[in-house]
């Protein structure tokens, strides 16, 4: 498929747990996507981890560390490499990654939103866009 450590995006159907609830609503694998670097490959899956040690002051257990997945080759629906360049800029606040087509294919853009309101030292945000307020405090 695609070289070991290439930055991919893979689309998959995942399993489905449920518990206690209408099976019904349930009767198809979700469809899954992830963006990371591809660490390995057999004839059955690959693996993609997407956070790792990067580095080099890294004490040696903690460079044995990664996360990721192992997904089923026959669950794959897309897997293109990425252009790394397009996965992240340092200079920018939260990311948001959206897929687009340009002349030299699919990739990754990057948006950025600012973190605003309270709290913006510890880096919370809830999923509206309005700061995280603990107990007792006003926004």
Do not use: C
Request: proline residues 4%; hydrophobic residues 35%; glycine residues 8%.
């Amino acid at each position: 498929m695609l070289e070991i450590g290439s930055p991919v995006y893979v689309s998959y159907r995942d399993h489905v747990l449920f518990k206690d609830m209408d099976p019904e609503a349930f009767s198809a694998p979700f469809i899954r996507e992830t963006i990371g670097w591809l660490e390995g490959e057999n004839d059955n899956s690959i693996q993609v981890v997407w956070e790792r040690s990067a580095g080099a002051n890294t004490p040696e257990k903690a460079k044995q560390k990664a996360t990721g997945l192992v997904i089923m080759k026959s669950s794959i629906l897309e897997m293109r490499k990425l252009n790394g360049r397009h996965l992240y800029r340092a200079n920018v606040g939260i990311n948001d990654a959206h897929a687009q087509e340009n002349d030299d294919g699919p990739h990754l853009q990057v948006h950025s939103r600012a973190l605003e309101g309270t709290r913006q030292e510890r880096g919370h945000l809830r999923s509206n866009n309005q700061p995280d307020v603990g107990r007792g405090e006003r926004a």
